[in-house]
């Protein structure tokens, strides 16, 4: 059967429905059907090439487009972390300024509850008159010169009142 078949195929070369086909017939339906197989050829790399170029554009244009989308995403989460985390810097500085305004407060009622030494400002322990109080004895003694004039223990006593050499004021 396979005989027949190639004999049937090689007949058909030969001749075309039983015409007799010559050699420059031939030749000429060979260079024709080689012609025409170049040009389906180039015509076919030409359209892969402009159909690669086309996906290729295609391709960048919708990395493009993705890239695009994902930064505006990205500054949009960007913008939303900054303004999370300002207001909890915010919150967090309001409570630490509310802590350090109370703990300011408390220790300024502590120290106006307090008296100081007119002499050197350190924390008095010996009480000389309404506004005048000293940590040591030397401080009262080394202020007493200037302060003997204002004194008013002294001046209500009527006497000299304590003095460089005295023993100290009231002790608290």
């Known amino acids: 059967m396979d005989e027949i078949l190639h004999d049937d195929n090689h007949d058909m070369n030969d001749d075309i429905s039983g015409i007799q086909v010559d050699d420059r017939l031939k030749k000429t339906m060979f ?20 159909l690669t170029e086309k996906m290729h554009a295609e391709f960048l244009s919708d990395q493009t487009k993705i890239r695009n989308e994902l930064l505006a995403q990205f500054k949009d989460e960007l913008e939303s972390t900054k303004k999370d985390l300002e207001k909890k810097y915010e919150d967090q500085l309001k409570s630490e300024v509310t802590k350090v305004v109370e ?3 408390r220790e300024t009622s502590q120290a106006k509850k307090k008296q100081w030494c007119w002499q050197c400002e350190s924390e008095a322990i010996y009480h000389c008159c309404w506004n005048t109080a000293y940590c040591s004895v030397e401080c009262q003694q080394s202020h007493w010169n200037s302060h003997r004039k204002f004194c008013r223990r002294r001046n209500k006593d009527g006497n000299n009142g304590p003095g460089p050499a005295g023993a100290p004021l009231n002790q608290q």
């Not at 260079?31 to 790399?45: G, N, P, S």
Request: charged share 40%.
């Open 103 to 105: 703990r300011h407060k």
């Open 31 to 50: 260079d024709l059907e080689q012609h025409w197989l170049a040009e389906y050829m180039d015509a076919r790399e030409r359209l892969l090439s402009t």
